[in-house]
């Protein structure tokens, strides 16, 4: 089945595979506790591959249990960012009428706010946990996914087999459910995937700032302290190097996975 | 009387001018009456709104001598069918066909028989085999008749024909042709039959109502 999806779906799938893996099994695959503190600053060796942090930590058992709360981060926010706008995407181009007119000022709205710096603003206001750093990444981001939803149920609906779906007595309900929603497979998959790397990212620049998650590794934290405790300055590139390449994978992976899902669900199509 | 339109008229938003205006006709019970038109004259519009797709800007719609509000509700709802000139698209392309055959005996709130289902739509040239397919996989001509079995499964008064045809190959266009008098002849239903073709309204149709002419 694997053998006929194109080659960037496969890469993409691999990379993705390995990074879920390695976020799966941390615990076991970490050679050192990551909060464990010991002798700051050593250089990559065989003991610690990527060396310590400033406080000692082992770099690189931070970067195996930082792909933990990236991946929840991405993978959470992406689900309800998706959700939320094929909800409203959906009702909007459906329905019709007041109800898309609404929907669609909010939704102009969410899009003319720039989203870091809201991001940025909810994170720095609300306690930073992992719940309401997710509501922060969402609140905004579910916008464009909205707006391609509509304009494809906008197309849909004039199909004849959703007109006839009317005559017979279908309910709205039953209609989006079961008729439009399968059609929107194609954008839903590309969208969610495209926002599990775009919430990776944001998390990312949110733990940079030092608004992550407190208490627990991210790679975004990594980099974080990388700078603020003159990693970068000191050249230590095993202390920066190694989150951004982490960082640049997995949403090189995500989107991978949504240009050879693109290319597959659009040949089937 | 199965269905009376008065002074149709419908009026797209952000258009200037009516797209059809003052339509009125009237239906009998097992008849056929033919909609003629160019393309543009707002055939299809009137279809629609007689089968409760589009709402009218205008005029008032009667089914068995009752006045219809939009949208049509009970009875009416279930009486008044339509077929579309484009088969293919007449199933969702996510169902496997024996799904979408199915769908009216949830509407109508009755259990489905499949051994009686089946034996149905062998009237329609549609067989078993075929239900497991999805539409892609049948051609214009075999969803066209099953289309047509799935609205005679509402148990419709009146079926709105949207140029039935019109997509299909010549063989295609006989064998629907012959089935639509066949069902009409066997259940008594009645006909709104649009067409561009002159030909074939005056050889199917009982009476024809010209639109865009006078």
Redesign the interface.
């Given at each position: 089945m694997l053998g006929k999806q194109p080659i960037a779906f496969k890469v993409g799938l691999f990379i993705l595979l390995i990074i879920l893996l390695v976020g799966v099994f941390a615990p076991i695959l970490a050679p050192c506790d990551p909060y464990q503190m010991g002798t700051p600053y050593l250089r990559p060796s065989a003991q610690h591959l990527l060396g310590t942090n400033d406080l000692g930590q082992d770099i690189f058992s931070e970067l195996l249990y930082g792909t933990r709360i990236s991946l929840i981060i991405g993978l959470v926010s992406a689900l309800a960012v998706t959700v939320a706008g094929v909800c409203i995407g959906m009702l909007s181009g459906y329905l019709g009428g007041w109800w898309d007119r609404a929907l669609m000022e909010v939704t102009a709205v969410a899009q003319a706010i720039p989203s870091l710096p809201v991001t940025i603003v909810l994170a720095a206001f609300l306690s930073p946990s992992l719940w309401n750093i997710i509501i922060a990444i969402c609140i905004t981001a579910w916008s464009g996914t909205a707006r391609i939803i509509r304009s494809r149920v906008l197309q849909l609906k004039e199909?004849?087999?959703v007109?006839?779906?009317?005559?017979?007595?279908?309910s709205h309900g039953y209609i989006m459910a079961?008729?439009i929603l399968?059609?929107l497979?194609d954008i839903v998959f590309v969208r969610g995937v495209l926002a599990v790397g775009n919430a990776m990212l944001t998390e990312a620049s949110l733990s940079f700032l030092g608004l992550g998650v407190i208490g627990q590794k991210s790679w975004g934290g990594i980099l974080h302290y990388a700078f603020f405790r003159s990693g970068i300055i000191n050249g230590y590139w095993w202390w920066y190097l190694p989150p951004i390449l982490c960082i640049s994978l997995s949403v090189l992976g995500f989107l991978l996975l949504s240009y050879g899902g693109q290319q597959q669900l659009g040949r089937r199509n | 009387m199965v269905l009376e339109a008065v002074g149709l008229a419908k009026r797209y938003p952000g258009s200037a001018r009516d797209t059809v205006s003052q339509v009125s006709f009237s239906i009998g019970s097992g008849e056929t009456l033919g909609l003629l038109g160019e393309s543009g004259s707002g055939k299809s519009t009137v279809g629609q709104m007689v089968a409760g797709i589009l709402r009218p800007t205008a005029g008032r719609l009667f089914f068995q001598g009752e006045e219809l509000s939009f949208p049509f509700r009970g009875e009416a709802r279930r009486g008044i069918q339509i077929l579309f000139q484009h088969p293919e698209v007449s199933f969702n392309p996510r169902l496997r066909l024996w799904d979408s055959i199915k769908e009216p005996y949830r509407f109508r709130r009755i259990p489905c028989q499949e051994d009686a289902l089946v034996e149905f739509l062998a009237q329609f040239g549609i067989y078993r085999e075929h239900l497991g397919r999805y539409p892609r996989e049948l051609s214009g001509g075999e969803l066209q008749r099953l289309a047509l079995a799935r609205v005679m499964l509402m148990q419709p008064k009146l079926v709105v024909l949207d140029e039935p045809t019109s997509m299909l190959d010549v063989i295609s266009q006989a064998q629907v042709v012959h089935l639509l008098e066949e069902v009409q002849k066997r259940e008594g239903v009645s006909y709104l039959f649009i067409s561009h073709d002159q030909i074939l309204c005056r050889r199917f149709c009982s009476r024809i109502l010209e639109l865009g002419g006078e």
């Open positions: 199909l004849p087999f007109k006839i779906e009317q005559t017979m007595g279908a079961r008729h399968p059609n497979f | -």
